[in-house]
């Protein structure tokens, strides 16, 4: 028998949480379930298994928190919103280091840590870091779906600033034809990204 779906777990246990906070049995299924994935995250954000526990924790104690006032919304994707608590704590706990290694006169620490720039900015760079490995893997899938003239049409359109006109010429193509292509190609890329976020999320291991 399969296991059930991720949207149909969360959806069952997190609604046990809401009414029940103090649902020992829940909470260990929860953590049982999503404690391995965070820690998962972390670990290709390229942590410490130390850091990586610390903000395994942090994120488990973060949800704690909300639980009896959560929300479920099944459009939303619930391991999407743990990413994002995630990220914030790894991105904290640069800071937290960093101010400790300050005070510490750690210089070793210091210029470790500032190779991540401070927390907030780090979590931006995460995050741009991961949207950009994401439309890369795209544009390759999408690149091999479509007739060579469509895929050129975008890229010179979009990455080389050319003009609709002259794309066109180039391509022997009307202008019309120009702007379709750019239009399809954008709308596969985008549905090719959701898909592979998604996928994302769900990869329980480097």
Request: aromatic letters at 8%; charged letters at 30%.
């Amino acid at each position: 028998m399969s296991e059930p779906s991720d949207l149909s777990t969360s959806a069952t246990l997190l609604g046990q949480l809401r009414s029940r906070p103090d649902d020992s049995a829940a909470w260990r299924r929860f953590e049982s379930r999503y404690a391995p994935l965070v820690s998962a995250w972390c670990r290709r954000w390229g942590m410490q298994r130390s850091d990586a526990d610390d903000v395994v924790q942090e994120v488990l104690m973060a949800f704690s928190r909300q639980a009896a006032s959560f929300e479920y919304d099944g459009q939303l994707r619930f391991r999407g919103f743990l990413r994002t608590i995630a990220r914030r704590a790894w991105a904290d706990l640069l800071t937290k280091k960093q101010r400790q290694a300050i005070a510490t006169g750690d210089t070793v620490v210091h210029q470790l840590l500032e190779q991540h720039g401070d927390g907030d900015q780090f979590a931006e760079q995460l995050e741009a870091e991961w949207k950009r490995e994401l439309l890369e893997k795209a544009m390759l899938r999408v690149r091999d779906r479509v007739q060579p003239k469509t895929w050129q049409a975008f890229e010179q359109l979009t990455r080389h600033g050319r003009s609709g006109e002259q794309v066109a010429e180039s391509l022997d193509m009307k202008v019309g034809a120009v702007w379709v292509a750019k239009s399809k190609v954008k709308k596969m890329l985008q549905e090719e990204v959701a898909i592979l976020e998604q996928a994302d999320l769900l990869r329980p291991g480097p």
